[in-house]
């Protein structure tokens, strides 16, 4: 994990030129193994940051 914010959101960080599936398994397993159930992935690579946000609840 990259970052945990109050113990209430888990912050996945990337700088890849596009998210894949692994991405998105690294970021639930995450969710999974703790007691927090919302996550976001966030890649700085694309042109756009709001192109490169994924949100996560469980």
């Known amino acids: 994990m990259d970052v945990v914010i109050e113990g209430s ?6 700088t890849v030129e596009k998210l894949n599936d692994l991405h998105r398994a690294q970021l639930l397993t995450y969710i999974k193994l703790s007691s927090i159930r919302k996550g976001l992935l966030l890649n700085f690579c694309p042109s756009y940051l709001r192109d490169g946000i994924i949100n996560f609840v469980l």
Do not use: D, G
Request: hydrophobic share 65%.
């Open 9 to 14: 959101l888990i912050v996945e960080l990337k």
